[in-house]
Nanobody, 116 residues
Framework: QVQLVESGGGLVQFGGSLTLSCAWSGSIFEDAIMGWFRQAPGNKRDLVAAVTVGDTTTIAGAVKGRFTISRDDSKRVVILEMNNLKPEDTAVYYC??????????WGQGTQVTVSS
């Protein structure tokens, strides 16, 4: 059964930090490059970070130096550590395979709101 459960979002002040967690189940995610996406109102869903099974990471320019992605396949989780948060980071955050498309299965996401 395919399932993604994101958690850890919330309201944080400018410059604050949050750590998001994604618990996954389903063979489709095993050995996959996993990613964190975000979608702000009126915008498309964008990939902000990705991590391979070998722990090679790719971070989008807008969050480079502030966000860190990691994974623990023994626990079937993907983590996004977010530091020095800015109001423009406000969005719903989702995890999925890095190649996931809008029509694929998605979890419910977790809301991150950064106040100025």
């Amino acid at each position: 059964q395919v399932q993604l459960v994101e958690s850890g979002g919330g309201l944080v002040q400018f410059g604050g930090s949050l750590t998001l967690s994604c618990a996954w189940s389903g063979s489709i995610f095993e050995d996959a490059i996993m990613g964190w996406f975000r979608q702000a109102p009126g915008n498309k869903r964008d990939l902000v970070a990705a991590v391979t099974v070998g722990d090679t990471t790719t971070i989008a320019g807008a969050v480079k130096g502030r966000f860190t992605i990691s994974r623990d396949d023994s626990k079937r989780v993907v983590i996004l550590e977010m530091n020095n948060l800015k109001p423009e980071d406000t969005a719903v955050y989702y995890c999925n395979r890095a190649i996931a498309k809008p029509g694929d299965y998605w979890g419910q996401g977790t809301q991150v709101t950064v106040s100025s």
